[in-house]
């Protein structure tokens, strides 16, 4: 024991750990006030409100230079999304139907329902 | 007395001498491992054999290939956290709570996640209870043939899965696993001081930014132990020597980091009817005009919770088992954290061999 008092890399660990526990707490204790959510959300208004608005003149600023808009691009990774959706379910359909050749499992038979509990087997199960 | 001075002082000078050595050539493994770290990427995780058997939008529903010769009668579905990527449960071989379940002989299924898309902004509570985890619950019983189906919920896809059984209390969900999960929204005091409703307008938010962005989901997570996050950098700095704990510390944080916007009319809902007005905890908690009463549940139910959560604290999940309608109810409260609860070196050995014992015996 005292090895590891007197082990400098160990008291460098104790005290780290300390620290942050130390750190931790008190950090707690100031984002449990009132005064911290007051002042947290205000900044976060003014950034959302920022963000919008910076948004909305960008938008049109794109507009004017004929080049296309987030909403627009928006809009064309949802289309692209939902082309990627509906190729997974032909993907899962076709794995289905026909199975997979290369090891996807699907064209094995299912494990028989039929395993009990350990104790109905009286101890280990099988796997 | 010179003697027996000199005599306790060599073997200390010994090891000092050999603690020096060690750090001396730890000091050179960092430099050696520090540069492959930043050269490298982490380990491949969530690589469980698996099909995705049902994808609509941000919901994607997973079948595990069967590792068994044998599997259970019932099928289970785990219902992951909208907040997180379900890989946390299939980290890789040999810490996979999948695998594992699998080798157990279970037959699993995962209602994971995926961002949700800018015109999937008006996703609501109901689409989740009432449309995402039906129409999983239907997949899996088409696709394996039982009528029943076990139920797995951790953190807020346990709140998902309560409120889907308090809804449908007539099955086909047979019994039912919650891991971490709240009940009392109250008791989430720092949660509860960020979402302050004198100050917090979630109206304001919601309709600014369509989905709540996943960075301010994180920073919420971060802010409730503000420190760790540097210290946790120091620690890997100084293990960076040893492989297992940069593989360890890479897989969680890879994980951590990879946090998921919510759908912003759903975190409206959360905000106002949970965070706000706890009505799941006061029995007022609708969906989709259908009342969610918790005690309408009897099925069999397990909570796990962890001692040291400081996500979900023990306060805010442990009036589940009073609240429950159920008679065959167990909560096993188990050391560790919102996270190493359910994965890592310790969930391997405390909870998932209970939740084996719990379950096959619930299974057949």
């Known amino acids: 024991m005292s090895d ?14 300390e620290m942050e526990k130390g750190f931790n707490a008190m950090a707690t204790q100031v984002m449990g006030t009132e005064q911290f959510s007051r002042v947290t959300h205000q900044l976060t208004g003014a950034s959302v409100g920022a963000q919008k608005t910076v948004g909305d003149l960008m938008e049109r600023y794109l507009v004017a230079m004929n080049l296309p808009s987030r909403a627009q691009m928006v809009s064309f990774g949802e289309r692209l999304n939902a082309i990627e959706g509906q190729l997974n379910e032909i993907k899962a359909l076709l794995n289905r139907v026909h199975g997979d050749a290369q090891d996807n499992g699907l064209s094995t038979p299912k494990p028989p329902r039929t395993k009990q509990p ?10 | 007395m010179n003697a027996p001075t000199s005599a306790s002082a060599l073997p200390d000078l010994a090891a000092v001498g050999e603690r020096i050595q060690s750090e001396v050539q730890r000091a050179i493994q960092r430099s050696i491992k520090g540069v492959e770290y930043f050269a490298s990427s982490g380990p491949a ?4 054999p698996k099909d995705i058997i049902l994808s609509k939008g941000t919901m994607n529903l997973y079948h595990y290939r069967p590792q068994a010769d044998e599997i259970y009668r019932i099928p289970l579905l785990i219902v992951m956290a909208t907040t997180n990527r379900g890989y946390i449960l299939d980290l890789v071989p040999g810490q996979s709570f999948i695998e594992f379940l699998l080798k157990k002989g279970f037959d699993v299924y995962m209602l994971d996640w995926t961002a949700p898309r800018p015109d999937e902004k008006s996703l609501r509570m109901e689409d989740y209870v009432l449309g995402f985890i039906p129409d999983c619950i239907r997949k899996v019983q088409e696709d394996s043939g039982e009528a029943d189906v076990n139920v797995i919920g951790y953190c807020f896809g346990g709140v998902l899965s309560l409120l889907y059984g308090s809804i449908f209390p007539d099955g086909p969900m047979k019994n039912l696993v919650c891991f971490t999960t709240p009940i009392d929204f109250r008791e989430m005091k ?11 307008d979630v109206d304001r938010l919601v309709d600014s930014v369509g989905n709540v962005p996943p960075e301010m989901i994180l920073s919420s997570f971060e802010m ?8 946790s950098q120091i620690q890997l ?8 704990y940069v593989k360890s510390f890479r897989m969680f944080d890879r994980w951590a980091q990879d946090t998921l916007p919510l759908a912003g009319e759903y975190f409206r809902t959360i905000t106002k009817d949970l965070m706000w007005d706890n009505k799941l905890f006061n029995d007022t908690m609708s969906v989709g005009g259908h009342a969610a009463d918790l005690s309408k549940i009897k099925v069999p139910l397990l909570h796990a919770v962890a001692e040291h959560d400081h996500i979900v604290p023990y306060d805010a999940a442990k009036h589940l088992i009073a609240k429950i309608g159920s008679t065959d109810k167990t909560e096993v409260i188990l050391k560790g954290g919102h996270v190493s609860l359910v994965a890592g070196a310790n969930a391997i050995k405390r909870l998932w061999p209970k939740l084996d014992s719990w379950l096959s015996e619930r299974s057949t």
């Open chain 1, 4 to 17: 590891k008092a007197n082990d400098p890399v160990q008291v460098w660990h104790t005290m780290l750990a």
């Open chain 1, 118 to 127: 350990p104790s109905a087997t009286g101890g280990g199960g099988s796997a």
């Open chain 2, 45 to 48: 995780l969530g690589s469980t």
């Open chain 2, 190 to 200: 720092l949660f509860q001081n960020f979402s302050d409703r004198r100050y917090f």
């Open chain 2, 224 to 231: 409730l132990r503000p420190a760790s996050r540097a210290v």
């Open chain 2, 237 to 244: 700095w100084e293990n960076i020597w040893n492989d297992e």
